[in-house]
């Protein structure tokens, strides 16, 4: 019998069957496979759309049988795909463009970092696209690691970037030679990535039947979790409080292939973080999280991470299925945080999802507040808007930090709750952006704020200063090594560790009263933030008085600005 092409309507009614489960549900979902497997594809977009489905399914299916049937789902996709690839339409090949499916393209601009992993991790499959010159021209930005007579070539003006690509790598591979000159410039790191991305490096990824791929991605998994119901509304609180298990005693390959795929899952979008180009397979862990769920944390290697806080990224992965991504900076108990749930797996348990990445930073880091900034329910972003995703955090226990606008939020929740009916108008959900929302987990004052505290010392350095921040970091060091009676490491990270928070140590003189032994301790946590990020964050967060200290003098500064 020839079966029906399905749509991308048809998919949509076969989506809605099988996001339900429960024996009441057995037979719509068998009556849903009938409909959609080994059906043919009314055009690209219900393809796209199937294959999220299947996607979906590999994350979320009802048992064994499933779970290999969406495998042999998504191997049919990508044959499909490959065809219309070879021979489709227009219009189809346009529908597939920047989709990650497997035998499409994907063309972006990556940093130094991701470009260096694509290079040693995906051979053939990233290519140099193109060279803009802007805003500096590739010449200016690599002269200085060129050989005497290429570097007379790059910086005379006459080879634009591409010339330049082409002719110094003939019949190699232009983003491999990219990466290899780069590489070579005697420069800081940071420096050498700032200088990759003024080039405008285009890079395109062709992904055929590779691991790169939506597709064939996967990250760290156990043996497949059947699902009998969707956990849509969360206990949170319970949620946060209990233990991770013992973390996973990944190996280093194990934790070099969850990196991996923590990259891949959003290079295949185009996209990169600074979390995911700063980390490394050692500053990585596993953490099974039940379900099916696993998240692998990356935090930044020690040399890289900022001054105070970290940005530690993570990807999500529900029975190997990259679900999520994102990713929080904890500091001194607080926790700025974001999460981005792929579109395939929004609408349901997308709560459940946020509550357990809440899970993993609250036991890792000791946690004691998360803020979400306004850019994550509408702030400049009008999909955060019409989606009401403020009611999303608000569900989970958020709320407005500034008074006022708390106020109006709950006016507007207490109507909801009169009137199913009632929407909240796009221009008071704009007002609700104005305010950082957060979840308290402990009474008490609000942890400091690294950014408050990096302002502090900015400005101490200038007063200090006048101009001259050696002389006020020279200043700031022998401050800090009276009050913690040592002397500070003399290079290397730990000295930068010191430096960055040497001019905060000065403007605390209560320093001097402490115990000798809680000076030791704090001059200790200063040696472990220059080897281990997760360390340092979570020992900071267990060390009440100095996050008070801390505190304290983000409070005077804020003072002042008043």
């Not at 795909?81 to 035998?103: C, N, P, Q």
């Not at 410039?185 to 590779?210: C, K, M, N, V, Y």
Request: with cysteine.
């Amino acid at each position: 019998m020839t079966r029906a092409p399905l749509s991308s309507d048809t998919v949509r009614e076969l989506r809605a069957a099988l996001s339900r489960f429960g024996p009441p549900h057995d037979a719509a979902r068998r009556s849903a496979w009938a409909r959609g497997a080994r059906a043919p594809f009314a055009d690209a977009h219900a393809l796209v759309a199937w294959h999220d489905l299947m996607l979906f399914v590999l994350a979320h299916p009802a048992n064994l049988a499933e779970h290999a049937r969406a495998q042999r789902e998504l191997e049919r996709v990508a044959r499909a795909a490959r065809t219309i690839g070879r021979s489709g339409s227009r219009a189809d090949r346009r529908a597939l463009r920047e989709s990650g499916i497997a035998w499409t393209r994907v063309e972006a601009r990556f940093g130094l970092a991701f470009a260096r992993w694509l290079v040693a991790r995906h051979p053939g499959r990233a290519v140099l696209d193109a060279v803009d010159d802007e805003p500096m021209a590739l010449g200016e930005a690599i002269a200085a690691a060129l050989p005497p007579a290429q570097a007379d070539i790059a910086s005379g003006g006459h080879l634009d970037g591409n010339e330049i690509a082409t002719a110094f790598a003939p019949g190699g591979d232009r983003l491999a030679w990219l990466v290899r000159v780069f590489d070579a410039l005697d420069a800081p790191a940071a420096h050498r990535d700032q200088l990759f991305e003024a080039i405008g490096a285009s890079t395109r990824l062709d992904l055929a039947d590779s691991p790169l791929s939506r597709t064939f991605l996967r990250g760290p998994s156990r043996r497949p979790f059947c699902v009998t119901r969707l956990v849509r509304d969360p206990d949170v609180a319970a949620t946060l409080e209990t233990p991770l298990a013992t973390p996973r005693g990944a190996s280093l390959r194990e934790r070099e292939a969850a990196l991996d795929a923590s990259r891949g899952a959003i290079a295949v979008l185009g996209r990169e973080t600074d979390a995911m180009a700063t980390t490394s397979a050692r500053d990585s862990e596993l953490h099974a999280l039940g379900r099916g769920l696993v998240i692998a944390l990356h935090a930044p290697s020690p040399d890289r991470a900022g001054a105070y806080d970290a940005h530690v990224g993570f990807g999500l992965y529900r029975n190997g299925v990259p679900v999520a991504y994102g990713g929080g900076w904890p500091f001194a108990g607080g926790c700025r945080i974001g999460v981005n749930v792929f579109p395939a797996f929004r609408g349901g348990e997308s709560a459940w999802l946020f509550a357990q990445v809440l899970r993993a930073y609250r036991q890792r880091f000791h946690v004691v507040r998360f803020v979400v900034e306004p850019y994550q329910y509408g702030a400049g972003n009008r999909e955060g808007l019409e989606s009401g995703a403020f009611w999303f955090y608000w569900r989970l226990g958020f709320r407005p930090v500034v008074p006022r606008v708390r106020a109006l939020a709950e006016a507007e929740a207490a109507k909801l709750a009169a009137d199913r009916d009632y929407r909240a108008p796009i221009a008071m959900l704009r007002r609700f952006t104005t305010s950082d929302i957060a979840l308290d987990l402990a009474p008490g004052a609000a942890p400091p704020d690294a950014a408050e505290l990096a302002e502090a010392a900015s400005d101490w350095l200038a007063r200090r200063g006048r101009g001259d921040f050696a002389h006020a970091e020279r200043f700031a060091l022998a401050a800090a090594e009276r009050l913690l009676g040592r002397r500070a490491p003399a290079s290397g990270p730990e000295r930068d560790a010191w430096r960055a928070f040497a001019p905060l140590l000065a403007q605390l003189p209560s320093l001097a009263r402490w115990s000798a032994r809680e000076r030791a301790h704090l001059a200790a946590l200063l040696d472990l933030k220059a080897r281990d990020t997760f360390a340092f964050q979570r020992n900071l967060a267990a060390s009440p008085r100095l996050c008070q200290a801390l505190s304290t003098l983000a409070t005077r500064r804020r003072a002042e600005l008043c």
